[in-house]
Nanobody, 115 residues
């Protein structure tokens, strides 16, 4: 059973930075693609960034050039470095992976950006 725990959210001014962390437990996920999603109030959950086991990354157009996803396989962790934050980045951010055909989600971490 995979468990994901996010941390690092908070309140930041527009233009600021935050680094989110996702700690995985239950089994090593070094062969899994890991992803960050976010969900703003009244909106659907959307993909923010994804990183494969080989380190290939892709980003949503809305965060490209501002956010960076990375992973530390030895620590079984995934990170999301967020820079030049905008008020529209405000959302609950979730860590995600697919393992043995099953999706796993963390509990989410709140990011609030003040203008």
């Amino acid at each position: 059973q995979v468990q994901l725990v996010e941390s690092g959210g908070g309140l930041v001014q527009a233009g600021g930075s935050l680094r989110l962390s996702c700690a995985a437990s239950g089994r090593m996920l070094l062969m899994n693609t890991m992803a960050w999603y976010r969900q703003a109030p009244g909106k659907q959950r959307e993909l923010v960034a994804r990183i494969t086991s080989f380190g290939s990354t892709n980003y949503s157009d809305s965060v490209k050039g501002r956010f960076t996803i990375s992973r530390d396989n030895a620590k079984n962790m995934v990170f999301l470095q967020m820079s030049t934050l905008k008020p529209e980045d405000k959302a609950v951010y979730y860590c995600n992976t697919l393992d043995a055909g099953n999706p796993y989600w963390g509990q989410g971490t709140q990011v609030t950006v003040s203008s």
